[in-house]
């Protein structure tokens, strides 16, 4: 995730970026697909390969808004095709709370997007990412909804008080 | 549903409205169908409430009476004193918010429900017991330590003095000058605790019962257990309730669910509009850290604090960073009951309660899970391989 955490410099013009978790036994090998087929898409995405979708914590999603990812994309497998059965059903379950979750926290649901994509699917993945880079730059930058607690913004700004500052 | 009253002359006189929540206590560890009961008492003032383990009739009868100045949640006591109630038979008085929490914690694992007996009593809210004191002196004009009595009624906060001197002011007018009930009594859309297996009130008792009978609604198999060994012991008599009373019941039930609603929508709007993010943060960043609010929650109960580990909350760092509160939110507000103990012990003074409710009602309108309402209603994300398959 500290892929994410690049504290963009402001002279630079503003590319949406978006964290892409791929189940390893789908979503990535579609991925690998889309490489190894030499198909062209958008470069905004990091990939970060995790086993199953259903090892996704929700906590880990809002943890990648806050490390400055526009979008986080949740892409798993079909629903019967799980390598290990049923998790992408809790992965869907766990998803449908936090669209409720989101903006009631103040952030657009919409910057939360799963899908499933199997593993010959390379051009279901360009589309999907083509798509969600384009969605990205209507909705825009994070940090017009987090404010002073985006990524850049928060290290920039003072800390009160460390508890080492304290106790020394 | 009926109009219940206790037989013996002295407990009558002692608690409220006919004692018959006393009577039936008393009569329940007599006749062994409970090993004890968990009750409120007054400590040092009308403003102390200490929960404790009754296991003789005198001790039940010195609880007697209501402490509407003491915001006490028993259910994380029964947890953590009572062993979660797996060897003790336990019978509780609870506000709704206490039957509530008890329910979700029963659902969570961390309470025995086949051993625990709710009581149910109705509640319109309570008042913390720091501005309490501060109101009693400046609209009551008396020393507030002098107050030996209080008791809502009729919308009035009543109290009474060492001197029997009776004095009430409308809540209405306390609230307007922001004192009165807690904000997240304010907000309580539950003031019959149905969740329970008895419901106990003086709602709806009219006629000549009026103020010496206590409405009683049984909810439950167990309830109906309790109430009967209280009968057959000969501890209280019961009558029918009047249709014209069960109806009044209800409707005042309903007054109390629409105001809550206004307040609700009143307190949530702060938050509302552009910017929530920021506007929640703007109070969330006051965080010292100090989790009494993890502490004091009845749904929080994992043995190592998830907000612990260093990925998630860098250590050392005030104000937390917002993940802190984001991952506490997550986790608890889909089964917030709302009963208002993370804004209670908060040092910071921030407005917790309606924060964390107000992301539970939003989350209602996904998940549509209703918090601490029936042990049936499976708790969101618990139920996602019968839906899907």
Not at chain 2, 196 to 204: E, L, P, R, S
Not at chain 2, 260 to 289: P, S, T, V, Y
Not at chain 2, 329 to 339: G, K, T
Not at chain 2, 364 to 380: A, E, L
Request: charged residues 25%; contains cysteine; hydrophobic residues 35%.
């Amino acid at each position: 995730m500290s892929q994410m955490e690049v504290t963009p410099s402001t002279e630079q013009k503003w590319e949406p970026r978006i964290l892409t978790f791929c189940c390893n036994w789908c979503s990535y090998a579609g991925a690998d697909g889309a490489g190894t087929s030499r198909m062209q898409y958008a470069p905004n995405a990091r990939i970060i390969r995790v086993m199953c979708s259903g090892r996704m914590n929700p906590v880990f999603i809002i943890k990648g808004f806050l490390s400055g990812a526009d979008i986080v994309m949740m892409l798993g497998c079909h629903f019967g095709d799980c390598h290990y059965l049923k998790g992408n059903y809790a992965c869907n379950a766990r998803m449908t709370l936090l669209q409720g979750y989101l903006p009631a926290i103040g952030i657009n649901p919409e910057r939360l997007y799963w899908d499933q994509i199997s593993a010959s699917e390379g051009i279901k993945f360009k589309e999907t990412m083509n798509k969600i880079v384009k969605k990205a730059q209507e909705l825009g930058p994070i940090a017009n909804e987090l404010g002073v607690h985006a990524h850049g913004a928060r290290q920039n700004r003072k800390a009160r008080a460390t508890v080492e500052d304290i106790f020394d | 549903m009926y109009y219940g009253r206790a037989t013996d002359q002295l407990t009558q006189e002692r608690g409220e409205c006919g004692g018959v929540i006393t009577a039936t206590l008393i009569s329940a560890i007599e006749q062994n169908l409970v090993d004890g009961a968990l009750l409120i008492k007054q400590g040092e003032s009308i403003y102390d409430g200490i929960p404790f383990f009754a296991t003789t009739k005198e001790e039940i009868a010195e609880a007697a009476g209501s402490l509407h100045c003491a915001p006490t949640l028993s259910a994380k006591v029964i947890k953590n004193y009572l062993g979660g109630a797996r060897d003790t038979r336990v019978a509780v008085t609870c506000k709704p918010c206490d039957a509530r929490a008890i329910v979700e914690m029963g659902k969570r694992n961390q309470i025995n429900m086949d051993n625990v007996y709710m009581v149910g009593v109705n509640c319109a809210g309570t008042m913390p017991p720091v501005p309490a004191r501060a109101m009693i002196r400046q609209f009551y004009d008396i020393d507030p330590d002098d107050v030996v009595k209080e008791e809502i009624a009729k919308g009035k906060l009543i109290v009474q003095t060492k001197d029997g001197e009776h004095k009430e002011v409308s809540i209405d007018t306390l609230e307007e000058e922001g004192y009165g009930r807690r904000k997240n009594c304010q907000r309580c859309e539950y003031n019959i605790p149905r969740m329970a297996d008895v419901a106990c009130g003086n709602w709806g008792v009219i006629g000549p019962d009026a103020g010496k009978a206590t409405f009683v609604e049984v909810l439950t198999d167990k309830g109906q257990k309790l109430i009967d060994t209280a009968k057959a012991a000969g501890a209280i008599t019961l009558t029918d309730a009047p249709p014209e009373g069960i109806a009044l019941r209800e409707k005042l039930d309903g007054i109390m669910v629409k105001m809550a609603h206004k307040f609700m929508a009143a307190q949530f709007a702060k938050f509302d509009g552009d910017n929530k993010f920021e506007k929640l943060f703007a109070e969330l960043d006051r965080c010292i850290l100090c989790r009494n609010c993890i502490i004091n929650c009845p749904i929080c109960y994992c043995e190592e604090c998830f907000t612990k580990q260093d990925f998630v909350v860098k250590k050392n760092d005030l104000p937390p960073e917002p993940m802190f509160h984001l991952t506490r939110l997550l986790h608890i507000a889909p089964s917030c009951v709302d009963c208002g103990q993370c804004e209670d012990g908060c040092p910071a003074e921030i407005p917790i309660a309606t924060i964390t409710h107000m992301v539970q009602t939003e989350l209602q309108k996904t998940t549509g899970y209703v918090p601490g309402r029936s042990m049936d209603d499976p708790i969101p994300l618990s139920e996602w391989l019968e839906v899907q398959e």
